[in-house]
């Protein structure tokens, strides 16, 4: 198998840098995609970057990450709080997962405070922006490189 990490990204995401630019600042989905692609690229590796508004296409791309890639860097959104079937399809695979949210999920609304996602994670990022893309790609490959 080649080094290749899925990232993926769910609802709402497409609208970064519009969208609560207070919340979630002015970098756009765009401008992660590219820091992803460079970060990994010097370590020697590959992303396909992908984002969808929909819970079955998330949870395809997870299934179909198993065959094509070493682990998955998921920011799940909303869908952390209320998708079982994302924690069932992480289990299913197999494959190490890095949970990322822009934002501190935990000094934020009580009912983001609970996630479905992080009992079947590797680890947990959060609160640290995009710069959290790139330190779960970090501590991603350092896992899998060392196993």
């Known amino acids: 198998?080649?080094?290749t990490l899925y990232v993926l990204n769910g609802p709402n995401l497409n609208l970064l840098g519009l969208r609560e630019p207070g919340i979630y600042g002015a970098t756009t989905?765009?401008?992660i995609e590219e820091m992803c692609k460079e970060k990994a690229a010097a370590m020697g590796w590959s992303i396909v970057f992908r984002q969808s508004n929909h819970e079955g296409e998330l949870i395809d791309w997870i299934q179909e990450a198993r065959e094509y890639a070493r682990g998955?860097?998921?920011n799940p959104a909303a869908y952390?709080?209320?998708?079982?079937?994302f924690q069932?399809?992480?289990r299913a695979v197999s494959l190490p997962v890095i949970e990322v949210h822009l934002s501190?999920?935990?000094a934020r609304e009580s009912f983001r405070h609970h996630s479905y996602v992080s009992p079947a994670a590797?680890?947990?990022i959060c609160g640290l922006n995009a710069k959290g893309y790139v330190l779960a790609i970090e501590a991603?490959?350092?896992h899998l490189e060392s196993a």
């Open 80 to 85: 952390t709080h209320t998708s079982v079937a």
């Open 140 to 142: 991603l490959v350092d």
């Open 104 to 106: 501190n999920i935990h």
């Open 88 to 90: 069932d399809a992480i």
């Open 122 to 124: 590797l680890g947990v």
């Open 1 to 3: 198998m080649t080094n």
């Open 29 to 31: 989905l765009k401008d």
């Open 72 to 74: 998955i860097i998921f």
